[in-house]
């Protein structure tokens, strides 16, 4: 348990528990996901893991690919949150996530686990995204497994114009969705994520997924091109559905498109994801009328996304991400 938990737990009320696996090169989901969980045990006292990449040092850092913390949590654990990019993990912390998803359990996920996992050709991991060239470091493929879960494998998006320096992405609430649970006191906003493409042009989201936002490219390479027709300027953002166990139990699936760092410093892109999260546990009810509470436990300044050693911060491990500042 994070040490916030131990401070502020209401009683009776730390009987969940939530596994949150941050993993991705170019988001900073080692500070958002962080962050999120500090929310959720404030608000509720639900028990949070947080894994992350570290090198052998323990250092979070996440361009370790093959480094993923905390997947045996799942073992016991009620929600699994996800926000991972391309990872590559062991056989053995692979199928700790099997057998979570294998259980029926709920899922909740953000923008680029769409494309969470890369394996090679020979790890008869197909379905959940892989690489058919290992010298193309961007040659992508597979992804079904992936798509059947969250509703979506990874496409393409809109482009990253001046990335961090302004907002690239309008957000609506879907017409008739407003009444939602997940997006209770969630307002329109302009996100810094740019515009991924999950449907239309051919594409479809898999399942049945109850779409709630949609998002609006402000600037767009596919316009540009002329690819309009292909890849639309409007996409959804965010969506509700299931995906079934071994047994044919029933999980909630929320996923959302969205998880720029600067996203997260705008309180509505908070709340969806916790509302979310509450969603997906079955505890909609636990939403309050005007919205969860969102402010941040301590400070929240991410850095701007981008790939590279310069982009993250170091010299952290993972309790110094977690731990309350308060």
């Known amino acids: 348990m994070c040490a916030l938990s131990l401070l502020t737990a209401l009683p009776g009320r730390a009987d969940t528990k939530i596994v949150f696996l941050s993993g991705d090169e170019e988001y900073r989901s080692e500070e958002s996901l962080p962050m999120l969980a500090k929310i959720v045990e404030r608000e509720f006292g ?36 996800m926000y991972l990019r391309f990872r590559s993990p062991s056989p053995e912390l692979f199928q700790n996530i099997i057998d979570y998803l294998d259980a029926g359990k709920p899922v909740v996920a953000f923008r680029t686990s769409t494309h969470a996992f890369r394996f090679p050709n020979d790890a008869g991991l197909d379905g959940w995204g892989f690489q058919n060239d290992p010298e193309k470091k961007h040659s992508f493929g597979g992804g079904e497994k992936i798509r059947e879960l969250l509703g979506q494998s990874w496409i393409t998006h809109h482009g990253h114009f001046d990335d961090g320096k302004k907002p690239l992405t309008e ?38 997924p109850n779409l ?9 390479n596919k316009e540009e091109r002329g690819e309009t027709d292909r890849y639309p300027l409007q ?17 909630r699936v929320f996923t959302t498109t969205l998880g720029h760092p600067y996203d997260f410093r705008d309180e509505n892109m908070r709340r969806l994801a916790v509302q979310g999260i509450l969603w997906a546990l079955g505890k909609e009810d636990q939403i309050p009328e005007a919205g969860v509470n969102v402010e941040t436990v301590g400070e929240y300044q991410p850095n701007n996304s981008g ?20």
């Open 235 to 251: 996409n959804p953002v965010a969506w509700t559905k299931t995906h079934k166990g071994k047994d044919g139990t029933e999980g």
């Open 307 to 326: 790939n590279g050693e310069e982009k993250f911060k170091h010299g952290l491990k993972p309790e110094d991400l977690t731990a309350s500042s308060e």
């Open 46 to 81: 639900f028990d949070t893991e947080v894994g992350f990449s570290v090198d052998e040092d323990g250092y979070v850092d996440p361009l370790e690919i093959s480094s993923l913390t905390k997947t045996e949590e799942l073992k016991d654990a009620d929600l699994l949150v």
């Open 171 to 208: 957000i609506t609430l879907r017409e008739g969705k407003e009444s939602h649970p997940i997006l209770t006191g969630v307002k329109p906003f302009q996100a810094y994520s740019w515009l991924y493409h999950v449907q239309g042009g051919g594409d479809t989201i898999s399942g049945e």
């Open 212 to 220: 709630l936002l949609d998002g609006r490219s402000l600037k767009s």
